[in-house]
């Protein structure tokens, strides 16, 4: 990605005039805000799921493949020459794992034979508890030696023996537990599955779901990345809107994500061929999904498939009814209780409790793949029919329709819409009143935002941006501060895509980005931004009067749950500090107020660097005391993003500090 010129980089910060803001935020009017405003979006992209936030370690465990990515044997290699090969047996592991690894022992005697793997781009070694499984076909008498070694000198930090179950004509799992003796020094390193060959009856054996697992976010079986869950955890979102974007609406119409294929046992779940280039497992289904959304105390945005591929192609109108079942078997795989079919199965699977959901997105972009005439079936039949459905079924469930009314569309009652708004930072800008024009009856979801191209660069038909980067983080700021002036009217905001593997990716600006090794799990800019904003959540808007008009000073204000008064504010296109004067109605002199204020580095275009693990976002936090009409005094340095927040509802502090200074008479 080019960086823009000197020229170019000034005129993000272009000089304006820095008159002093007088604001009065009036205690009374406004709007309840309804929002959940700040919240996460996962797909997998950027191998984000299979070799990102799904701690699974192995790499092509199952040897899943499709049309568009055959079965392969890749990311395994041989040790002591073992003969390895795909086989497609009559008897497979399940019907959705239909291949495994054979592995043919030839004439080799005297050394321990088998197959290693080398993660997703590496491993990361430490002494914690990995906790493993292998399902084997044929007879092998003996144990198995799992292990941990480095791939660049071989020593091993961590082996166990399993002792084998395995018969000749059936499948048996092997389970074990191991804890390395010493850290790895880096995440070169390798596992491994070795054997003596001579305790093998009939040549060969077959390996299949070779699986092995860290420490999880909350010890979940087939969990999470701890290290990324707590960064995301740290940014006290309100929903997650899963699984995402153009994976749910598949390549094709029979390649897609079935939710149905990515629940129960592993062995039952397929995968499938991604809209991102590379096959996923499946390992992070819809269970795991509602389990993030548990352990975060968060809402879910379940999408539901409405029938169109990014082929193109979508399903007639006289071929809909199966469509739209499968979308309601999922609302009741979700909430329905036991005696429901498919709440039986959920408890089957160990989940007899439902789960809420209080949103449903119905498809992903239907104003973009194989527009105007899968756009068209959208609005003719598909929304409105599976709205129809679901306001007989689900009355309480709020539905959100893909597109918003900012998309050319009159959305049917009562569906709300959602808004897609990958930006300039100048866009971003620019956006800040938008949503003053929505109504009550057209709520909106901002689904998917961030600013990935530079002001006068780089358009779409080039590359993104290579990471979030501060000026583009402020412009964001004030994109949402937009969004929560109408926190009555906007559902919530969530930055797209959320996680990026520094190995493969196929979209460069994302809110965090990682590795195999959680050192390079990094913060982005917006992040910064992000965790500030969420960090202080207004329940109820207040009108704000000003002596200036917006910008260079950007804001919103109102109350917490708790009355405290809430100020966010951005500056942006200023070269010089902005003066604040902000007077909360009903506070009294001697009022106090925490204003945390994040800045970023000289050059605008910094950001923070996972290979330097630098964080140019620098934030410090004051104390202020109110003046008189409990007016607070500060000022905000261009490029600069802060939240203030009163100790107290005003006059009550007042008067305690008045009854403490009589007590000390």
């Not at 084998?164 to 850290?183: A, I, L, R, Y």
Request: glycine share 10%.
């Amino acid at each position: 990605m080019r960086r823009l010129s000197i020229a170019a980089t000034a005129a993000l910060a272009l000089a304006t005039s820095c008159q002093a803001a007088n604001l009065v935020v009036h205690a009374t009017g406004g709007n309840v805000t309804t929002s959940t405003m700040y919240g996460l979006m996962h797909e997998d992209i950027n191998n984000s799921g299979d070799g990102g936030i799904y701690a699974e370690l192995i790499y092509n465990r199952a040897f899943q493949g499709s049309d568009m990515f055959p079965t392969s044997l890749d990311g395994w290699s041989s040790v002591n020459g073992a003969a390895l090969s795909i086989k497609n047996s009559s008897t497979p592991l399940s019907w959705a794992l239909p291949s495994s690894m054979n592995i043919a022992v030839g004439s080799g005697k005297g050394q321990k034979i088998g197959f290693r793997n080398g993660g997703y781009w590496g491993i990361d070694v430490r002494v914690q508890k990995y906790t493993g499984s292998f399902y084997v076909k044929g007879s092998h008498t003996g144990s198995f030696t799992a292990s941990l070694q480095s791939n660049l000198t071989g020593e091993v930090f961590g082996s166990v023996d399993v002792k084998s179950k395995s018969v000749e004509k059936g499948w048996t799992q092997h389970e074990f537990v191991m804890v390395p003796t010493k850290d790895a020094p880096n995440v070169n390193n390798t596992f491994a599955i070795t054997f003596d060959p001579a305790g093998v009856q009939g040549g060969s054996l077959d390996f299949n779901l070779i699986s092995l697992f860290p420490p999880t976010y909350k010890n979940r079986p087939n969990g999470l990345r701890p290290d990324i869950m707590e960064d995301l955890a740290e940014l006290n979102p309100t929903f997650l809107r899963l699984p995402g974007g153009n994976m749910l609406e598949g390549n094709t119409q029979t390649n897609w994500w079935k939710w149905n294929e990515t629940i129960g046992p592993l062995k039952d779940r397929p995968g499938m061929a991604n809209v991102w280039n590379y096959q996923i497992t499946y390992g992070l289904g819809l269970v795991e999904y509602m389990e993030w959304c548990e352990d975060l105390n968060i809402e879910p945005i379940v999408a539901v498939w409405d029938g169109l591929s990014l082929d193109g192609h979508f399903t007639s109108e006289a071929d809909f009814q199966p469509i739209i079942q499968f979308a309601l078997d999922e609302i009741e795989f979700l909430t329905g209780d036991v005696s429901t079919k498919w709440g039986a199965v959920r408890a089957s699977i160990g989940h007899p409790t439902p789960w809420k959901v209080k949103y449903v997105e119905i498809g992903n972009e239907d104003w973009l793949a194989g527009a105007p005439a899968g756009y068209d079936s959208f609005k003719a039949y598909r929304l409105p029919l599976l709205i129809k459905a679901f306001t007989e079924k689900y009355p309480d469930i709020k539905l959100i329709s893909s597109s918003s009314v900012f998309d050319n569309i009159t959305i049917p009652a009562p569906a709300a819409g959602d808004f897609h708004a990958y930006l300039t930072p100048d866009g971003n800008v620019a956006s800040f009143s938008q949503f003053d024009h929505l109504t009550k009856d057209n709520l909106t979801l901002i689904g998917e935002y961030a600013t990935v191209h530079p002001n006068g660069g780089t358009a779409w038909e080039g590359n993104l941006m290579p990471y979030p980067w501060w000026g583009g983080s402020v412009s964001e700021a004030i994109f949402l501060l937009g969004a929560e002036r109408n926190g009555d009217r906007v559902i919530g905001a969530t930055y797209a895509p959320g996680l990026r593997n520094l190995n493969r990716w196929q979209w460069s600006v994302t809110l965090m980005q990682h590795s195999a090794d959680p050192k390079q799990t990094t913060r982005s800019t917006s992040w910064y931004m992000l965790r500030l904003f969420g960090s202080k959540i207004i329940t109820h808007t207040r009108p704000v009067t000003s002596d200036v008009s917006f910008g260079p000073l950007y804001y919103v204000a109102g109350n917490s749950a708790e009355g405290h008064g809430i100020f966010k504010a951005a500056v942006y296109n200023s070269t010089a500090d902005i003066p604040v004067s902000l007077q909360f109605e009903g506070f009294a002199k001697g009022a106090t107020a925490q204003l945390t204020v994040q800045t970023g580095p000289e050059d605008p275009y910094g950001y923070n660097d996972p290979f330097l693990q630098n964080n140019v976002v620098k934030e410090s936090t004051i104390t202020l005391t109110a003046g008189d009409k409990g007016t607070f005094e500060f000022s905000l340095p261009p490029l600069s993003v802060a939240v203030l927040e009163t100790d107290g509802k005003g006059k009550t502090c007042v008067k305690r500090k008045k009854r403490a200074e009589a007590l000390k008479v």
